[in-house]
């Protein structure tokens, strides 16, 4: 099978899309600082202390959620993909979740919980 | 023989190949370090109270590298840009930032934090013994302060004979009652001067930081060792996008360099997101 003809060659087609690319790199650079300043607040928000050891765990998992969202929508382009990208994480999303349900299933079965 | 599709989108997906091959790695990806980030739940979860360690790990050195893995997050990205923008000076010069932030991250980990882990002793007290240990310990004025029972003896391994080890303490079982000992510190606080002589017939299991010492080492060895293996990876692949043969795909066709930075860059995002969740779960928490 032969490739079929490259698009990106046209040079007017190319040059708007140079264009685009050059208003995302703006984006970029303020997603880099935004995940800079998250570390910072992350590591800042550790030596306080909300009560519980539980609640402070959910509070810097909700961060790093936040941060990892940021860097999947952004850097990874997820916020705009095509649909077949979408479905394949769709199912990586549910298996991953099935994962972490057997911890709750072990925990309810294994008696020294009790 | 030409791998069909490098370049322009298939009709019937609105891809290029390679696209849809990273994904379907960054799937199976998802599973690996999710199996491995439920075994640390399930471990920490396990853990009776004081045998989860608390601020082992060195902070500010921890806080740099994640600094480093998100700058080198953003310099992929603007390198995958610059070729897009058919700049190669530029792609040249972000692609080797990259790199750069690769090699120092791993540098860190391998030079610095794991060794330093390596030197580091801790001896577990057998629940018979603790109240002999009491002075190092602090153990009833961690009761009357709600923090959790004290279990271990940390520090320098000074010497041992075949009965005893003799310890230069860490901080905290040099000086147990301080109040100011009762979190972990921003900056790790060195070493003291001061000698614990333990009996051996006393210790439970004496190691210095490896797998062995602990659940909470032994996940942190294989959770960091199999990202800094990612790591590793991304550099080599970066390496060769950046070298001299590279160009040569550029000149003939910058899409098709463009698409293999996008794919690679893909994984070295996936590389950062894993830590993101690695450095709390592990430093802080």
């Known amino acids: 099978?032969?490739?079929?003809?490259?698009?990106?060659?046209?040079?007017?087609?190319?040059?708007?899309?140079?264009?685009?690319?050059?208003?995302?790199?703006?984006?970029?650079?303020?997603?880099?600082?935004?995940?800079?300043?998250?570390?910072?607040?992350t590591v800042a928000l550790s030596y306080v202390h909300f009560g519980t050891d539980k609640a402070n765990i959910a509070i810097a998992m909700l961060v790093a959620t936040l941060k990892a969202g940021a860097v999947a929508a952004v850097f990874m382009h997820l916020a705009a993909e095509k649909r077949l990208i979408y479905r394949v994480l769709i199912f990586t999303g549910f298996f991953v979740l099935a994962l972490f349900w057997l911890i709750l299933f072990a925990w309810y079965d294994y008696p020294i919980f009790h | 023989m030409e791998i069909p599709y490098t370049v322009s989108t298939r009709p019937d997906t609105g891809l290029w190949n390679a696209k849809i091959g990273i994904w379907l790695f960054l799937a199976s990806e998802v599973m690996l370090f999710g199996g491995l980030f439920s075994a640390y739940i399930f471990l920490r979860i396990d853990s009776p109270p004081g045998m989860w360690p608390h601020g082992l790990l060195n902070v500010p050195v921890g806080t740099m590298n994640t600094a480093i893995l998100i700058i080198s997050s953003v310099t992929v990205v603007l390198a995958w840009a610059a070729l897009k923008m058919r700049r190669y000076r530029a792609y040249w010069w972000y692609m080797l930032?990259?790199?750069?932030?690769?090699?120092?991250?791993?540098?860190?980990?391998?030079?610095?934090?794991?060794?330093?882990?390596?030197?580091?002793?801790?001896?577990?007290?057998?629940?018979?013994?603790?109240?002999?240990?009491?002075?190092?310990?602090?153990?009833?004025?961690?009761?009357?302060?709600?923090l959790p029972p004290r279990l271990e003896i940390t520090g320098h391994l000074h010497g041992q004979n075949a009965k005893e080890y003799e310890v230069a303490l860490d901080p905290l079982n040099a000086d147990p009652t301080n109040p100011s000992m009762d979190r972990p510190h921003f900056f790790p606080l060195p070493v003291t001067d001061k000698i614990a002589t333990i009996e051996k017939e006393d210790v439970q299991r004496a190691t210095m930081f490896l797998p062995t010492h602990s659940a909470y080492f032994a996940s942190y060895f294989t959770i960091t060792g199999l990202h800094g293996l990612h790591v590793l990876g991304g550099v080599l692949v970066f390496i060769y996008m950046w070298l001299p043969v590279s160009k040569k795909v550029y000149q003939r066709n910058p899409e098709h360099l463009a698409n293999r930075v996008e794919v690679s860059g893909l994984f070295w995002h996936f590389v950062d997101l894993v830590w993101i969740f690695v450095f709390p779960l592990f430093y802080l928490l």
């Open chain 2, 97 to 146: 930032a990259t790199i750069t932030c690769g090699l120092i991250f791993l540098t860190v980990k391998l030079a610095y934090e794991w060794p330093q882990k390596f030197e580091h002793f801790g001896a577990y007290i057998k629940p018979e013994a603790l109240g002999k240990y009491e002075q190092y310990l602090g153990n009833q004025y961690a009761e009357e302060h709600g």
């Open chain 1, 1 to 41: 099978m032969n490739n079929p003809p490259d698009i990106s060659q046209d040079s007017k087609e190319y040059e708007e899309y140079a264009h685009g690319v050059q208003k995302h790199v703006r984006g970029y650079l303020m997603v880099g600082a935004l995940l800079l300043a998250f570390t910072a607040i």
